[in-house]
């Protein structure tokens, strides 16, 4: 079946700093990637939108500036949280997509101090 | 727009009952719907999705949902619970198959009793 990596699985940074999550489908191409935040015993919400090629739709809400996307092919997906600040502790995860189904990445649980 | 509402946030039943979380949803278009399942800090396993041919739909693990137009709702049933089927259940929906963002219930924990 198709799999979808990201890394890191786990990331603890100061606050201030900037923290890159990669999402990679690895054996398909995904024109289509979405990325998903989940607060502690909460649902996924929505940020973004990222296809190939093309700026990332965010949805209302998510800073653009703030979470940076970027899909550089298809068949990786990075999202970097510039400045992280405490409230930016939570668990971030992808997916890609065929014309089928989208398939979630592991993934990334970030902590800023 | 679209969104889902999973009755109950924690479901609890002993091994060997049936296994019964709740999903309705609100859709201006043909939806198209879907249950995961996620264990203790990992990401989303596809347990099955409706994109409108069967109205029941088997998935892995046992699971099967019903697609009911009339009660806008699909609910997740498994006949016999299984310890490892202890998990957080997530009731989706979708515009599209997989090219559009999915829309998430809360989520329902299930817990399963020796």
């Known amino acids: 079946g198709a799999v979808v990596s990201q890394h890191p699985s786990r990331v603890i940074c100061k606050s201030g700093t900037s923290v890159k999550i990669e999402c990679r489908s690895l054996d398909f191409q995904a024109t289509t990637m979405f990325w998903y935040r989940q607060f502690p015993k909460q649902s996924l919400m929505l940020m973004a939108t990222?296809?190939?090629?093309?700026?990332?739709?965010?949805e209302q809400g998510v800073e653009k500036d703030k979470f940076l996307i970027n899909h550089a092919s298809l068949t990786l997906s990075t999202l970097t949280v510039a400045s992280a600040h405490p409230e930016d502790s939570s668990f971030y995860i992808c997916?890609?997509?065929?014309?089928?189904?989208?398939?979630f990445g592991p993934g990334t649980r970030l902590l800023v101090l | 727009a679209q969104s889902v509402t999973q009755l109950g946030s924690h479901v609890s039943v002993s091994e060997g009952a049936l296994v019964l979380l709740r999903c309705n949803y609100s859709s201006s278009v043909p939806p198209y719907l879907f249950w995961y399942v996620q264990y203790p800090n990992q990401g989303l396993q596809l347990l099955l999705k409706y994109t409108s041919a069967a109205t029941l739909v088997k998935g892995i693990n046992g699971f099967e949902a019903e697609f009911k137009k009339s009660e806008t709702s699909f609910h997740l049933t498994k006949p016999s619970a299984h310890m490892s089927d202890a998990a957080e259940y997530f009731c989706?929906?979708?515009?599209?198959?997989?090219?559009?963002?999915?829309?998430f219930g809360s989520g329902t924990r299930l817990q399963v009793q020796p």
């Open positions: 990222s296809n190939e090629g093309s700026k990332a739709t965010y």
């Open positions: 989706a929906v979708s515009k599209d198959t997989g090219r559009r963002a999915l829309t």
């Open positions: 997916s890609a997509s065929t014309q089928e189904t989208q398939y």
